[in-house]
């Protein structure tokens, strides 16, 4: 098996359509920026499996050794209703709505997307930035934008120009999408816009007297637009060029679009060298979304308080079920799916429980575990493929509890081995937790007394008594399993 330090990534660059092997710009260095949420609201489900996809790449790099610098920012101020620079800031309407200060708003939400993710067992990124933290670094920003001829100022606003920029770079190089199809395919907008061409982008807006959330600016009292902001802090905290930029799918267009073209306009170069995009959770098919309220929120799956559910999924088996997807997958969710993640994540962890107490005092093992170990290695590495990674997992499971049936041997060494890799792919690498929340370590407790009580039935040779806990659990979907050492449980 290759070391840890001799692995090789290939990471799939929206970019470039192809997976290309990552090489860091600075040796053992990497500098990971992912646009975080606009916080007016509460982190859906399937805003978590876009950030969750993010921390299991964020955990594998860090795993193999790299030196990870993980920004991912707080959009605070400047995502406007609709993204086409129309409409009222979405956190200034619900302050307007819930009558409390848009910092109000900002708190509330920064803090349920804090919490949740943490249930979700996500990891903290390295520094999170928020864009009314970095007014004075967007301003100048737009000034080194005006300065290289790309933007124009009108009556207070400033524009990013878009037909200038397709001169001398590609704009839509991201999405495959040609400026010639977006102008051709939009309506004529002269007259009612200050835009010189509707493809133009705002980098700066005049605020209106109505509006709260304004800044003094060389162009008068106003805001940043909502691209702005991510260019803005990747620099200050990665530089002008950096590693890798992701998001989710719906971000490449215009948001990350507009991102390469603002940090092409100042510096010349692409700001990352890997564009990775997370696929999006869908709920009866259509994409889970804040807007169209076709959503669910992770903690009506915690508490069961839903109508899609029959009853309440643990953080860890939620996790789960969104890693045996690849991250490029769009992904349904359902009672159904949630079922069988529930039904494979037991699975996982009773293997996992079964490895303290394997027999070890055998001269062999009947499982090639270099070849095995360096398996589950290559399918994070072929662009952090989670689903093959839980395969081979599962493969490792099965044999363990083969060994517990008497049916394999395994050797003290490589038990050791086993447990010791085993454990870094699934809590550190896959980020899963075994402590059961929403009550789930309760009925746990519950059917290792009943396991208990059946085995003295059985040493007391009462067989009806034993016959009868085993049978009645079995109709309730809970087959007990008996190895040499211990009485196990899976679910049906
Ligand atoms: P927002 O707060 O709307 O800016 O979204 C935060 C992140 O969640 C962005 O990276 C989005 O691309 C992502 N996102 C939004 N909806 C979904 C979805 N249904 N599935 C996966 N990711 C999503
Ligand atoms: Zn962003």
Same mark, same amino acid.
């Not at 996809?53 to 920004?71: A, E, N, P, Q, T």
């Not at 943490?118 to 009314?132: D, Q, V």
């Not at 007394?449 to 003295?456: C, M, P, Q, S, T």
């Given at each position: 098996?290759?070391? %840890? ?19 860091? $710009?600075?040796?053992?260095?990497? +500098? ?24 299991? %790449? ?13 920004? *991912? ?39 349920? =997307? ?12 390295? %520094? ?12 100048? $920003? ?60 705002? $980098? ?84 889970m979304a804040k807007s169209t309220g076709n959503n669910i929120l992770p903690d009506e799956i915690f508490s069961g308080k839903n109508e899609i559910m ?77 689903? %093959? ?16 049936? +008497?049916?394999?041997?395994?050797? *003290? ?35 290792? $007394? ?12 009462? =067989? ?24 196990? =449980?899976?679910?049906?």
């Amino acid at each position: 098996m290759k070391s %840890i330090a001799e692995q090789r990534i290939q990471i799939y660059n929206s970019l470039s359509g192809t997976k290309e092997e990552f090489v860091p $710009l600075h040796g053992n260095m990497v +500098g990971m920026y992912v646009c975080g949420p606009t916080v007016y609201n509460n982190v859906h489900l399937g805003n978590c499996r876009t950030f969750i996809s993010f921390d299991i %790449i964020f955990r594998y790099l860090k795993h193999l050794g790299f030196k990870v610098r993980y920004v *991912r920012n707080i959009t605070d101020a400047g995502h406007l209703e609709n993204d086409a620079d129309e409409g009222e800031d979405r956190i200034a309407k619900k302050a307007r709505i819930e009558e409390i200060e848009p910092m109000e708003v900002v708190q509330k939400y920064t803090v349920d =997307f804090h919490k949740t993710l943490a249930k979700f067992n996500t990891l903290p990124p390295s %520094i999170e930035p928020t864009a009314t933290g970095h007014i004075v670094e967007q301003i100048e $920003l737009v000034k080194q934008i005006l300065d290289a001829g790309f933007a124009y100022e009108v009556e207070g606003s400033v524009y990013f120009d878009v037909l200038k920029f397709n001169e001398s770079s590609t704009y839509g190089k991201l999405s495959g999408r040609k400026l010639e199809d977006m102008i051709h395919n939009t309506r004529e907008t002269s007259g009612q816009s200050e835009k010189h061409n509707p493809q133009d982008f705002a $980098l700066w807006k005049k605020a209106q007297p109505e509006h709260i959330m304004r800044w003094p600016s060389p162009w008068g009292d106003g805001f940043p637009g909502w691209h702005l902001e991510c260019t803005a802090m990747s620099t200050k905290y990665l530089g002008k060029h950096f590693d890798i930029h992701g998001g989710g799918m719906d971000l490449k267009f215009p948001h990350h679009e507009c991102e390469i073209a603002q940090g092409e306009a100042v510096s010349k170069c692409s700001p990352a060298n890997y564009w990775v995009h997370a696929n999006m959770l869908t709920l009866n098919g259509k994409k889970m979304a804040k807007s169209t309220g076709n959503n669910i929120l992770p903690d009506e799956i915690f508490s069961g308080k839903n109508e899609i559910m029959e009853r309440p999924f643990s953080p860890a088996v939620t996790r789960f079920f969104m890693l045996q997807a690849h991250y490029r997958s769009v992904l349904d969710f359902s009672n159904d799916a949630m079922l069988a993640s529930e039904k494979g994540f037991s699975k996982l962890m009773q293997g996992l429980s079964l490895l303290d107490s394997l027999d070890t005092a055998k001269e062999t093992t009947g499982f090639d575990f270099v070849e095995w170990s360096q398996k589950c290695f290559n399918a994070m590495n072929d662009d952090f493929n989670t689903p %093959i990674l839980i395969a081979n997992l599962f493969d490792a499971v099965k044999f363990v509890q083969n060994v517990n049936d +008497g049916r394999e041997s395994i050797t *003290r060494e490589d038990l050791n081995d086993l447990q010791k890799t085993l454990h870094n792919f699934v809590y550190d690498v896959l980020g899963l937790t075994e402590e059961q929340q929403g009550g789930d370590h309760y009925l746990e407790d519950a059917l290792q $007394l009943l396991i208990e009580l059946r085995n003295d039935a059985r040493k007391r040779k009462d =067989f009806h008594t034993s016959d009868k806990i085993r049978d009645e659990l079995s109709k309730a979907g809970i087959v007990l399993q008996d190895g040499p050492q211990k009485t196990t =449980f899976t679910l049906k």
